[in-house]
Every structure is written in structure tokens, then in C-alpha cells.
């Protein structure tokens, strides 16, 4: 508590001034060579307990101690996030790669399967052509040779002997003639229908859309 009025602040009694005065008077005037010590000053016993607060420091060195603790925090806060994210990063990458690579595995074995299915169509496709390229080929060649051999005056010394049979029948022999006129027109009507069904056979083979060629 502060009394500057009676001389005391802080709590501590200060000398009067009227001592003070007498004390520079007596120095000035040679009187007071003996005493060097103001009058009552050896009464004067100040306590300076008032003026130091030792808690101050104290709480000051608590407060940059806090602010150190704080900022080693914060500073070890961000060296962690730092070190997630790099290997969160990392991970990422990693991902990236194995799926990149698993995508090109998953196309070329798409592009080999594609591929195996095609030469079995191909190959059942040949296979089915051939079958009835033979069956067509055979039928044509047996057409073709029966309107080859076909004359009209073949066997024409044999025919004349035959009448001479007594079973020999003129009217039948016309039937079975005109028959075979019959067939054989009907066989040359069918020679360019063979030949073309023989000639489809060399057409292109479709593909199907999954055997085609993969772009890895």
C-alpha cells in the first residue's frame, strides 16, 4: 500500500525530509564530520521483500516453458502429417502402378483368349466348309459326268441287237430314252447352282467382334 503523503510507499518507511535537510545542512557547514549518516537513517530498515515478487520470473519461465512445449508440438503435429501424407502419396503410387499393370495382364490375356477363340471358329468354320465343299464337289462331278457320257448314238449297234430279243419292248425303251432326257435336263439346270454353292465355300470367314485384334 502506497502512502507517498506520509512517506510510505510499498509499504516501507522512508526518513523525513526534515532529516534529510539537517543531514546537507551539517555536511555543508563541516558541523556533522563524524556522523556521514543522516539522523535516525541507522533506524532505517527497509524491507525489500515488498519489492521483489519472486513469483514473476516464475511465471514468466512457465510461460516461455508452455510456449516451448506448444510450439515442439505443433512442430511434431506437422512432421507427422507430413510423413502420412508422403506415404499416403507412396501408397497411392504403389496403387496406381499394381492396378496399371493388373489392367495390361487382364488385356493381353483377353487379347490370347480373343485370339484361341477365334482359330477354333475359323477352324470349325474350314472344318463345316469342307465337309460340304466335298459333298457339293462329289454331286457336281457325278452331274457333269452323266451329261458328259450322255449321246445320242451311243450304244446305238447294242440297241439295234436288243430287238432282236424277244422281250424287247420299243415302247418301253422310248420311256427309260426319254427318262434319261429328263434327268439330264434337270442335271444341267443344276450345274450352275452347284457351282455357285462350291464357289461360297471360298468366301471370307466372318470374325467375330471379340476375336478381333486387342490394342494393349
Known sequence: MEDYDNGVVDGLAYPSDELFCNFLDGQASGSSAVQTDPPGFENFTPDFD????????????????????????????ALFKAEVAEKELARLKEEAAANSLREKELAAKEARRAYRKGKREVADIMKNRFTEFSNEFGEFSKTYKFVANYRKCRGA????????????????????????????????SMIPQIEGRIWDQWALIPVSPDSEEVKL
Not at 521483489?52 to 511434431?76: C, M, Q, W
Open 50 to 77: 515488498g519489492f521483489f515478487d519472486f513469483r514473476l520470473p516464475s511465471t514468466g519461465l512457465h510461460l516461455v516453458t508452455e510456449a516451448l512445449k506448444v510450439s515442439r508440438t505443433e512442430a511434431r503435429t
Open 157 to 188: 449297234v447294242g440297241r439295234l441287237y436288243l430287238t432282236q430279243v424277244p422281250e424287247y419292248s420299243y415302247k418301253k425303251e422310248l420311256a427309260k430314252q426319254t427318262r434319261r432326257m429328263d434327268r439330264k435336263a434337270n442335271m444341267v
